[in-house]
Each structure stands twice: as structure tokens, then as C-alpha cells.
T-cell receptor, first 114, second 117 residues
Framework: GENVEQHPSTLSVQEGDSAVIKCTYSDSASNYFPWYKQELGKRPQLIID?????GEKKDQRIAVTLNKTAKHFSLHITETQPEDSAVYFC?????????????FGQGTTLQVKP | GAGVSQSPSNKVTEKGKDVELRCDPISGHTALYWYRQSLGQGLEFLIY????????KSGLPSDRFSAERTGGSVSTLTIQRTQQEDSAVYLC???????????????FGQGTRLTVV
């Protein structure tokens, strides 16, 4: 089955710097890759997602890149702000398979220092 | 509209007791997921329902765990003979049917915090 590895587990940056979180997946048939942000004590919420027919997607300060050949994808946050501090999870799934379950990475705790 | 709703929000139970956790997905969502999140840890997949297909139970940690989804809507996660290591937040999520094989956003409930004493 699908396995998602996420690195680093913790990341500390200065406000205004960029942050990059990387994930690899094992199932080459996976075609949907969302990223979720979970603030302390709250539920995970989608911040951006990418499908396998594109290599990059941007939304303001957030971008995601996908390398299908290498089976890895990354989240890029530019001009980080203190409110970006949270736990970020990547995930992968193959929705068209018999089991389109969403498998998550282990999470990255991002701390943005003012 | 209403989001994913879970009940109870908190549950304290004695070791050895059975518990039932409920999830009301967003109306019309065909996919429903259960995850377990231990303190400071990631989202551990438990079970996945998609429409009328047989559920994917591959993540259930033991035969003490089971889940049902009645009428394609409400789901109940049951833990029998609870143990202290079952203490965690149990999260439910739902999503729309994939469109042309493409994934859609999964919306999470607020979770049920289970404490086994």
C-alpha cells in the first residue's frame, strides 16, 4: 500500500525567510497530493493540493511542486509570517483505485520566529 | 452549510469498557475516513468508506476496532475493551466523489478526544 515519508519533522525559520517541506510517496499510481495545516488544538485544513497532471501550483505565498518520476513533492512557503507556525501534513492518494484512501506523512512542525 | 460533525467532543472511559464515536459527514459526500492522532503525532489511517464499495479496513490496529457506515452517511467507530494506548484524538473526514479519477478536498471534523483511564 501507499507510504508517505515527510521531512523534516521540525523546522524553525526567521520571519520573512522561506520554508520548504519535502515528501516522498511509494505508490506510483497516486495522483492526488494535498497539503494540510493543523494549528494547535484545531482540525487539519487544506491549504493547497496538486494533481499529477501538473508539475507546480502556486497560491500567493504557497507553492507545491511535484516530480512524478522521483515520486516526491514539496511545499514552499515564502515570506513566512508568525501565523504560518503550525504542523503541516502532506498526503497522497489514488482516488480512482479500489481503495482511494488518503495517506498522510508524519507531519512537520514549523516555527516562524518574529 | 454544516461541516463534518463528530460526537462526543471528549470521552473519558475506564479501561476495558467499550466506546462508540460518531461522525456525521457533509451531506452528499461519498467518501468517509477515520484517523487517529496521538499527542503530538501524525494522522494514522484507520478505515476508509467510499460509496457502496467494501470499506478499506487495512489501518485498523486490532480486532477491537470496528466501524460502520449506515445508509452511506453517518459512521460509527467502535472500540471494544479499551486500553490506555487507545487514548488519542479520533478524527473523521469526508470528501466528494472523485471526479474523473481526480481527488477532492477532505474536510475534517473537530475530533473526539478519547482518554482511557
Amino acid at each position: 500500500g501507499e507510504n508517505v515519508e515527510q521531512h523534516p519533522s521540525t523546522l524553525s525559520v526567521q520571519e520573512g525567510d522561506s520554508a520548504v517541506i519535502k515528501c516522498t510517496y511509494s505508490d506510483s499510481a497516486s495522483n492526488y497530493f494535498p497539503w494540510y495545516k493543523q494549528e494547535l488544538g484545531k482540525r487539519p485544513q487544506l491549504i493547497i493540493d496538486i494533481r499529477s497532471n501538473v508539475g507546480e501550483k502556486k497560491d500567493q505565498r504557497i507553492a507545491v511542486t511535484l516530480n512524478k518520476t522521483a515520486k516526491h513533492f514539496s511545499l514552499h512557503i515564502t515570506e513566512t509570517q508568525p501565523e504560518d507556525s503550525a504542523v503541516y501534513f502532506c498526503a497522497a492518494s489514488n482516488p480512482s483505485s479500489n481503495t482511494g484512501k488518503l495517506i498522510f506523512g508524519q507531519g512537520t512542525t514549523l516555527q516562524v520566529k518574529p | 452549510g454544516a461541516g463534518v460533525s463528530q460526537s462526543p467532543s471528549n470521552k473519558v472511559t475506564e479501561k476495558g469498557k467499550d466506546v462508540e464515536l460518531r461522525c456525521d459527514p457533509i451531506s452528499g459526500h461519498t467518501a468517509l475516513y477515520w484517523y487517529r492522532q496521538s499527542l503530538g503525532q501524525g494522522l494514522e489511517f484507520l478505515i476508509y468508506f467510499q460509496g457502496n464499495s467494501a470499506p478499506d479496513k487495512s489501518g485498523l490496529p486490532s480486532d477491537r476496532f470496528s466501524a460502520e457506515r449506515t445508509g452511506g452517511s453517518v459512521s460509527t467507530l467502535t472500540i471494544q475493551r479499551t486500553q490506555q494506548e487507545d487514548s488519542a484524538v479520533y478524527l473523521c473526514a469526508s470528501s466528494q466523489n472523485p471526479v474523473q479519477g481526480e481527488g477532492t478536498e477532505a474536510f475534517f471534523g473537530q475530533g473526539t478526544r478519547l482518554t482511557v483511564v
